[in-house]
């Protein structure tokens, strides 16, 4: 009988063949979804760019749908299944629990994702991707996603089962590595959500089917988002794993702290439950101490987690350079880092944007009052696709560069293209989303077919302003989309035409492969004598002085930010 | 003593349990007391600032509420403006708007420094208030009533946009509210108004 494993020629580990089937098929699905979804990305940007303005009315809401299911839904989480299943086999070196049941749920996914396309395109589920009722869809809508639903929390439960099977059979020593900590968070979370988009979705296929007379709309959107939110700390979780493990393949990162970064995972999973209540601000369901407490759980513990994760990131990848000899100064680290590598830039950027765009601005937003500046204008948006796209997605992106040859031992496709994807495409989400961001702050609704307001019985005349703004929302969405489709090429034709992996001799530059697989970042075998010497007497900075200069800026931009927003509530009129 | 150099990629053997360095205790401390200033900010506005999405809130049937904000557009009403009522009702009452697919009913006429309470719901789905160019953004929910005391602080012909997707005409839902000054101009300088701001 064959055996069931391969060895991984360039990281020596044990890779069951079965597990890594599934790997393959929930990425290849992701990248279909992603196909998707970015094409009606370029529809929707053209149509919310006033002077473009493409698409019919009908077809904006139903196309704006057919977005949020595929990005939201179907490509990040697909995308966290391959993941999922990856951490818990390669990573642990580990057969996968009942293969067989995994490829059952894999079906389950797929078919309730079909279900939700064909309402969606068929104009039977108008209702968008939040579907708040009283606006009914198809039953066949809400059943799609209880199946898609049922099958994920399925390749969860068998997730937990592997690492259960690695413990017992010891495929490992000690404790797992902090990236599967990270992914086992992100399952944690996942339970979580799951468990509410079926306490919310089952009533509602019920209503829809009218057995249930009605669905309470404020308790939907209570539930709904406990769905809505919590699924985006699954991506944050997920997204932070992701960093921790490009940043050792890349550039050698090593994790400073252990119990510091742990920990911050745990806060991950105790403070999002209510998550929720950030979407509820401004609702008439909830009083103020409701809407406080569960926001900030008095603390705020979940933001502390992802400052915490924002320092140990870049100091593991400064320590890491530090410790294999780029010394010099305070940035030497940064200058000489590998920037032609899209599994190292990517990262990099999805770093940076995801905590100064979507970080910051997502806290402030958050906010119980400033919400009211903010609530459903085009600043929501804008934010999000600052975490979701530019940080979950980029990272997701970059990781697959190192996944292709990995996991799939092939060449990575039109390489010279991949090394400035990352760039093309966060900087184009980086326009998208500021150019959403101040068209909203002047008022701009989300989810608007005509800003224009032709067919309105009042005129509404928007700041000069805004017309430009617009225009740099539209070109930076052209910009992402196009990055977007450019790694959808590259994953294409290097998992169905690519070129196999082959042989090479470590220390080498290999067009196709990153440089972080042919020539791995190894420290040197002294290299815990290196740690202490660079621990010790340098007082506060620590072994990181750069890091601590770029979190100090950070803070700065986080500070001026926040109560930029303040001032400006200040100014509206009195409400309360 | 340090753990041994490792990346997020290999299994911890021992006990990872160990002293941070000074420089990430000083970093988690200062983030653990700004996420504090984050906190204390909503208490303090509750207590110092003006503009609070608390309001009275309480259940409604949306038929009786739209019968009340019939009854309350009759009471006092001012004026006719594209077949809407203008409603002009006195400093300190009780004012009532019902959004509907794909209207705000009725307008509202206020006057610049007096303090109204507005009642806020829905007839049949969710809607958005956003008062353009003030950018004070609500949601409506049916159902529910939700009852603010509000105060212009410019006058001016403002604009209610809906902002929550109501259905296909969602885009031509657009209300009107005008802020007179105490002699009862309509000056309309919406100029004046802000016209949004930064981020
Ligand atoms: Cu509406």
């Not at chain 1, 806290?363 to 975490?387: D, K, S």
């Not at chain 2, 012909?157 to 296909?168: L, M, W």
């Amino acid at each position: 009988m064959p055996s069931a494993f391969r060895t991984c020629p360039a990281t020596g580990r044990r890779i069951h063949l079965g597990a890594e089937l599934l790997v393959k098929a929930n990425a290849v699905v992701a990248v279909v979804s992603l196909l998707i979804g970015a094409i009606a990305a370029l529809l929707l940007v053209l149509t919310r760019w006033q002077a473009v303005h493409l698409l019919p009315a009908e077809w904006y809401y139903r196309i704006l749908g057919v977005h949020g299911m595929n990005m939201l839904i179907f490509f990040i989480i697909y995308f966290e299944m391959a993941v999922l299943w990856f951490c818990c086999t390669a990573l642990l070196n580990s057969r996968p629990a009942a293969p067989r049941l995994g490829w059952v749920s894999f079906g389950l996914m797929f078919a309730g994702a079909a279900l939700v396309e064909w309402m969606q395109w068929s104009g039977r589920a108008d209702v968008l991707f939040t579907s708040y009722p009283p606006l009914k869809a198809d039953p066949l809508f809400y059943l799609g996603v209880i199946l898609f639903a049922v099958g994920a929390l399925t390749v969860v439960g068998l997730f937990f089962a592997t690492l259960v099977i690695a413990k017992r059979e010891k495929t490992y020593e000690g404790s797992v590595p902090l990236v599967v900590y990270g992914a086992i968070t992100a399952a944690i979370i996942a339970v979580i959500t799951l468990l509410h988009g079926a306490l919310i979705y089952i009533p509602t296929f019920l209503w829809s089917l009218g057995i249930i007379p009605e669905v309470d709309p404020e308790i939907y959107r209570m539930i709904w988002w406990g769905l809505g939110h919590s699924s985006q700390q699954i991506n944050v979780a997920a997204m932070v794993a992701v960093w921790y493990m490009l940043a050792g393949l890349t550039v050698g990162g090593v994790v400073l702290n252990e119990k510091v970064s742990r920990s911050a995972f745990v806060l991950y999973v105790l403070f999002i439950s209510m998550a929720s209540a950030h979407h509820l601000l401004v609702d008439p369901g909830f009083g103020p101490a409701w809407k406080i407490v569960n926001t900030s759980y008095f603390m705020y513990m979940a933001v502390l987690a992802s400052m915490i994760h924002g320092f140990t990131v870049p100091a593991g990848m400064e320590l890491g350079m530090r410790l294999r000899g780029y010394t010099d100064g305070l940035f030497g680290w940064l200058r000489r880092a590998p920037w032609g590598d899209p599994g190292f830039s990517g990262m990099v950027l999805s770093v940076i944007i995801f905590g100064f765009v979507g970080g910051i601005t997502g806290v402030t937003i958050g906010t119980e009052q400033i919400n009211i500046i903010a609530h459903n204008t085009l600043r929501i948006p804008g934010h999000f696709h600052a975490t979701v796209v530019s940080g979950t997605a980029m990272a997701f992106m970059a990781a697959t560069y190192y996944l292709l040859p990995l996991v799939f031992r092939r060449k990575v496709a039109f390489w010279g293209a991949a090394r400035w994807q990352p760039y093309l495409f966060s900087l184009g989400m980086l326009l998208l989303s500021m150019g959403m961001t101040f068209a909203g702050s002047f008022g701009v609704p989300r989810r608007h077919w005509d800003i224009s307001f032709s067919q309105a019985p009042f005129d509404v005349q928007f700041n000069p302003a805004v017309d430009l703004v617009l225009a740099v929302m539209g070109i930076g969405g052209i910009m992402a989309v196009t990055g977007a489709l450019l790694f959808i090429a590259i994953a294409v034709k290097s998992v169905f035409f690519g070129e196999p992996v082959g042989e090479w001799k470590t220390g080498t530059y290999v067009p196709g492969i990153p440089p972080g697989i042919t020539n791995p970042p190894v420290h040197a075998a002294n290299v815990d004598e290196i740690n202490e010497r660079l621990h010790g007497g340098r007082g506060f900075p620590g072994p990181t002085p750069g890091t601590m200069v770029l979190v100090f800026v950070f803070l700065g931009a986080f500070m001026v930010y926040y109560f930029t927003n303040w001032k400006l509530l200040s100014q509206l009129w009195r409400l309360g | 003593m340090l753990t041994k150099v490792h990346t997020g990629l290999d299994p911890v053997p021992g006990i990872w349990w160990k002293p941070a360095h000074r420089a990430e205790k000083v970093w988690v401390a200062i983030a653990f007391a700004w996420c504090m200033v984050l906190f204390a900010m909503m208490p303090l506005w509750h207590w110092k600032g003006g503009q609070n999405p608390s309001g009275v809130r309480t259940r409604v049937e949306p038929k009786a509420f739209l019968a009340r904000t019939q009854a309350f557009a009759n009471q006092y009403k001012v004026d006719t403006d594209r077949g809407v009522p203008v409603v002009a009702p006195p400093p300190g009452s009780e004012v009532y708007l019902t959004a509907m697919t794909y209207q705000w009913y009725p307008i509202l006429k206020l006057v610049n420094g007096k303090t109204y309470r507005l009642h806020l719901s829905a007839l049949d789905v969710n809607h958005g208030f956003s008062l353009y160019p003030v950018n004070v953004n609500l949601q409506i929910v049916p159902g529910y009533d939700y009852a603010l005391e509000v105060t212009p602080n410019a006058t001016g012909d403002f604009r209610i946009i809906c902002n929550e997707f109501c259905g296909i005409g969602h885009h031509t839902m657009v209300g009107r509210v005008i802020v007179t000054d105490d002699a009862g101009n309509t000056l309309s300088d919406n100029r004046s108004a802000r016209l949004g701001g930064v981020p």
